[in-house]
């Protein structure tokens, strides 16, 4: 086991990768930026997707910014998962396709949590984030039991994730270290994605 030093360096064994973890979190609805959707773009309830129908929009979203999580779960785990009733799943569409997803989890009804959030790299740019960011909050402070809203996001993601969700209202408030191994080298992603953190392999 590696020692991690709190004060300087630490290296990584080879074939593993470490995100910094920023965790988010408001405890009122801020006020509103924006009120009408960009042009052709509608947001719509995905009841109980299958994962067949959903892991295609998260890795469209997500593969650049190697998004793993739900790609290492068995597949009936994530059924279950999607299936829950204390989760709403919205997906944006515009134009026919989908582009965005917004996935809340109300498993406790005091702290929610904004799970996931994310635009096909081809949207960002527009202002669909912010309008969707905005349908996220109207949803989790619609209801009369929520008390704080809650998101987590990290170096591995986009660079702008972390901005935009102070931007949005959220005030980071613990950091965390995640180390994993490399999904690039066990082929769960393709060696293409991720370019801001370059893949070193154990053999090098």
Known sequence: MTALNLNGYTDLPPGKIAFVVTYLEMFARPAPRLSRAPEGVTLTRW?????ETYLPLFRAIGDEWLWFSRLLMPRGRLAAILAQETRT??????????VGLLEL??????????????LVPQETGRGLGRWLMEAGLDMAWARPETRRFYVHTCTGDSPAALG????SGFTPYRRALEVIDDPRLSGLLPDSVGPHLPIIRPDR
């Not at 919205?90 to 989908?98: E, I, K, S, T, Y």
């Open 47 to 51: 009841e109980k997707p299958d994962p």
């Open 89 to 98: 799943i919205h997906v944006a569409v515009a134009d026919g396709r989908p």
């Open 105 to 118: 989890d109300y498993a406790d009804p005091a702290n929610v949590e904004l799970a996931f959030f994310g």
């Open 164 to 167: 935009f969700y102070c931007a």
